[in-house]
Structure formats: C-alpha cells, structure tokens
C-alpha cells in the first residue's frame, strides 16, 4: 500500500486509520423512528493512508478505483456529480467546515475490505474515517465520537441525498469489540452490550446484489412513516412513533400500507428491547427467535427484503445448524446475518450456499464475522 501511495503522491504515508463496516442484529429500520437498534461494528472496513501538507487541498485516492479528487478546504465544498464516491468525504469536509472547523490538506488513499452497497455501511465508515483524520491534527484521538457521527449523518443528509438515521454512523464511531451497542436513537444514550453467543458464530451472507433502489426506497419509507406519525399524533401526543401502540395504529391509520409500516415499527421495538434481555441472560434461543421474527416483519410489513434476501435467510434455515437468521441494514438486496453452530461453518457455507444458487442462480459470500472496536489510528507500522 505503501509503493502505491508514493506512486499517487509522489511520497509515503505517515499515518494510518481505520473504520470498520456495521453489522445491525436487530432493530431494522426504526432508527429514523426514535426507536431502539442493536448493532455492532466488525472487523472489516476502510483503511486510510495519510500524509498532512501544508495548504489547503485534500487530496483523496481509492486503492479500487482510479482518479485523485482535489478538495479545497479554505472555500465552500459542493457536491459534484463528477467527484463520485468522493462526494463521501467531501460532505464530511464540508460540514467540519460549516461547523467554522479550520482544515489541514492532507494525502489520503483508502482502501477498502467491505463489499460496496451490501448493506455493512461502506458510507458511514468512509464518512466517519474522513472525520478522524481530519480532526487529528487538531484534537489527537479525544474527539467527541457522538458528534462525529451526527456530522457525518448530516454530510449523509444534506451532501449524498440519503435521509438515513443515525445507526450506522453511531455505531462506525463508537463499536467496541466483543459488544453490541444498545442505542436509543431519540436521546442518542446508548450502552454496551456484551455479545457472547455461546456455541454459535455470528456469520454475513452477503446475498451478491447490491441496493440500487434502496435511496428512494428508503426515502419512501421514511415520509409513510412520518405519514403514520402524523395521523397518531391526531388522537394523542408523542414525539416518536414507537411510543404508539399497535392498537393505537389500528384506530388511527386507515390506510393498509401505512398501517403495515407503522405496525412493523412497533413491534421491531419491541423485539430490539426483548433481544437485550436475551442476550444478557445468554438466552440464544429466545435471541435467535426474535432474528426471524424481525425478518419476517421486515418482508411482510415493511417490504423491505425482496426475493433474494428471503432466498438466503430460507436457506440458511434449511441447513439445520443455524439457530435464527435475518436481513441487515436497509435491505432491497445486500447482507444477511445469520446464528450458526460453531462447530459446523464450514457444512453451514457449503449447504446455504448451494441452495442459494439452486434458486437464485446467484454465487453468495458467507463468512464469520467478528466484532471490533469503531474507528481509530493504527499504530504506526513498518511497511505502513
Ligand atoms: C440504512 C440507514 C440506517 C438505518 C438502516 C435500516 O443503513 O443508513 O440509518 O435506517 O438503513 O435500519
């Protein structure tokens, strides 16, 4: 990584950082609702080469893709259609920027371990590792990770276009290794939750599509949501909509699409707090139940998974190691998580795999995942 640096910018790194993808466990598109969610962050992600410069030009290079994308950072940074997956830390950039932050140029090359649009928050983490390297001159590694993560939830709203909650920002900057993180995502507390599933390895499938239509999907979603809000709050005061009941969304929405949308955000809560509890008693059982249960309002309620995501999550049940299985993320194609026996991974890839080519015709990834920590520096290493 290092001959490359110096073959796009002509010198050698001096620092590196990294910033891992997120995994959700559950808690599925109730962010945006004041709702609770359990992710966690895993141990691949994006890692950033750094040299700081005199003046003031970022310059941002991908290990993957060719081109250097120039930022300025003493005058105002639009989105450019042009600028592709470096409107991603420009955002940032420009909103360090509105916060009248003062920017060091720097040389960056990221290069990244994380499958692009499957779903484990390729966005978040280049936008909150972004955050980190540009902020380090200033305030080291004792930056406000809250902040960062509403920053670059902003950048995500304003600069990309995407009105997504703040989950995976929340979770790239604050993940610990080894825990969940319990977020209440309308007072942003939060605590960790340790994860120890016994006999069983959390593992990714990823289903090999990627979710391009997840940004109006997602938008869509949000305003039926906001929708149910608004016809709740007719009949009494609340700030969130997981505060209503599912009777209180029976009396007040008529309407059967916004009714079903609103019903899987009341029982998604549900599940996420009952899922906490589980998992501090150690009870995988009761854990792995609320997996499927949160998959199947996902699909039915929410409409959210489409035929393949439900292809893997059928198959992986099929196999007979897997304790429970779901969608992750936005969903409209991407990840998939799954419980499995530990003792049985490999018979576990083999059979989910083959049944998800026999009806997708589709090749599926599924590896083990591992919980890490959320962003940070790398020690400084030889061969950096
Ligand atoms: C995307 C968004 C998150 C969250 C999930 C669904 O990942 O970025 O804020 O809404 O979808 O739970």
Redesign the pocket.
């Known amino acids: 990584m290092t001959g490359l640096f110096r073959q796009i910018f002509g010198d050698d790194p001096e620092a590196a950082f990294f910033a891992p993808g997120?995994i959700?466990l559950i808690?599925?598109?109730?962010?945006?609702c004041g709702g609770h969610?359990l992710p966690c962050a895993v141990s691949l992600g994006i890692t950033a080469r750094v040299r700081y410069r005199k003046g003031t030009t970022v310059r941002l290079a991908s290990s993957d893709l060719p081109g250097v994308h120039a930022v300025d950072v003493s005058a105002a940074v639009v989105f450019e259609k042009e600028r592709g997956w470096a409107n991603y830390p420009a955002g940032v950039i420009m909103c360090l920027l509105d916060e009248g932050r003062r920017l060091r140029g720097a040389d960056v090359l990221f290069s990244s371990t994380l499958p692009q649009g499957a779903?484990l928050?390729s966005?978040?983490a280049i936008e909150v590792l972004t955050g980190a390297i540009m902020l380090h001159p200033v305030e080291g590694e004792g930056f406000d990770r809250k902040a960062l993560a509403l920053l670059c939830?902003r950048a995500?709203n304003a600069f990309v276009g995407?009105a997504?909650?703040?989950?995976?920002?929340f979770s790239v900057a604050l993940g610990k290794r080894g825990h969940a993180i319990l977020l209440d995502c309308a007072t942003l507390e939060h605590r960790h939750v340790p994860f120890d599933p016994g006999g069983l390895s959390l593992v990714v499938m990823d289903t090999g599509t990627t979710r391009e239509l997840?940004g109006s999907a997602?938008n869509t979603r949000r305003s039926e949501v906001e929708r149910a809000l608004e016809l709740v709050r007719r009949k009494r005061t609340v700030d969130n909509l997981v505060e209503a009941t599912q009777e209180e969304i029976e009396a007040a929405v008529d309407d059967p699409v916004i009714r079903r949308r609103a019903r899987h955000v009341v029982s998604e809560e549900r599940r996420v707090r009952d899922a906490a509890l589980a998992l501090e008693r150690g009870d995988m059982k009761a854990f792995s139940a609320l997996l499927n249960a949160s998959h199947a309002s996902l699909r039915d309620d929410y409409e959210?998974t489409g035929p393949r995501l439900d292809a893997i999550v059928e198959e992986a049940r099929a196999t007979g190691f897997c304790a429970g299985a779901r969608m992750?993320?936005?969903?409209f194609g991407g990840c998939a998580i799954a419980l499995v026996r530990s003792d049985s991974l490999d018979e576990f890839f083999a059979r989910a795999g083959e049944g998800y080519r026999r009806r997708t015709g589709i090749e599926g990834r599924f590896f083990a995942a591992s919980i890490d920590d959320g962003v940070r520096k790398l020690p400084n290493a030889p061969g950096m």
């Open positions: 997120r959700n808690g599925e598109h109730i962010d945006y969610v779903g928050s966005s978040a939830q995500e995407v997504c909650g703040i989950m995976d920002q997840a997602y959210v992750t993320g936005a969903g």
